[in-house]
T-cell receptor, first 111, second 114 residues
Framework: DQQVKQNSPSLSVQEGRISILNCDYTNSMFDYFLWYKKYPAEGPTFLISISSIKDKNEDGRFTVFLNKSAKHLSLHIVPSQPGDSAVYFCAAYLYAGKSTFGDGTTLTVKP | DVKVTQSSRYLVKRTGEKVFLECVQDMDHENMFWYRQDPGLGLRLIYFSYDVKMKEKGDIPEGYSVSREKKERFSLILESASTNQTSMYLC?????????????FGDGTRLSIL
């Protein structure tokens, strides 16, 4: 039973436009959510996070929105840049830092 | 900056061999993790360790064991390697000093079992 799902395996957007990556979860006990970014041949790197008591967190071009009633979160990248092309993983904390990850969404930003 | 170092970037082993994957972190982090990444399956947790000599099974522990004798080092052991263990293996560490700290990942070991 996959508790964190990213239903879109890939997303392609034009440079300068908005990228929206989505993530759904099933376990209401998750209390913290994170997004990681992964380039080929490198490990994932932390991008942005949000606590379950908030509905929005912003860091520069990156904003994460959390809708607890829908058990849905999304990552917005505005404006998108070619260097943002990577695999993006959504993750949720349950306890002691144990994370459950989604399958990832490959974002391609076209110049 | 946190540095998580995995001993090999690429490894080729034969079926039935005992395989050791090593991971070292330099930030005195309490938690350490081993994941495998397969196409379309995301990151799946194999084992994690709260602290030295403490370990807990993740979602897919079968065929694996771990060792954490020192705080900075977390080893993943494939007791008898099989072809279905061909994968990308990722190690991560995390501090518990402040709540909800992110995990820091190594660059991965691509393991092929022939």
């Amino acid at each position: 039973d996959q508790q964190v799902k990213q239903n879109s395996p890939s997303l392609s957007v034009q440079e300068g436009r908005i990228s929206i990556l989505n993530c759904d979860y099933t376990n209401s006990m998750f209390d913290y959510f994170l997004w990681y970014k992964k380039y080929p041949a490198e490990g994932p790197t932390f991008l942005i996070s949000i606590s379950s008591i908030k509905d929005k967190n912003e860091d520069g071009r990156f904003t994460v929105f959390l809708n607890k009633s829908a058990k849905h979160l999304s990552l917005h990248i505005v404006p998108s840049q070619p260097g943002d092309s990577a695999v993006y993983f959504c993750a949720a904390y349950l306890y002691a830092g144990k994370s459950t990850f989604g399958d990832g969404t490959t974002l391609t930003v076209k110049p | 900056d946190v540095k998580v170092t995995q001993s090999s970037r690429y490894l080729v082993k034969r079926t039935g061999e005992k395989v050791f994957l090593e991971c070292v972190q330099d930030m005195d982090h309490e938690n350490m993790f081993w994941y495998r990444q397969d196409p379309g399956l995301g990151l799946r947790l194999i084992y994690f360790s709260y602290d030295v000599k403490m370990k807990e099974k993740g979602d897919i522990p079968e065929g694996y064991s771990v060792s954490r004798e020192k705080k900075e080092r977390f080893s993943l052991i494939l007791e008898s390697a099989s072809t279905n263990q061909t994968s990308m293996y990722l190690c991560a560490s995390r501090s518990t000093g402040v709540s909800n700290q992110p995990q820091h990942f190594g660059d991965g070991t691509r393991l092929s079992i022939l």
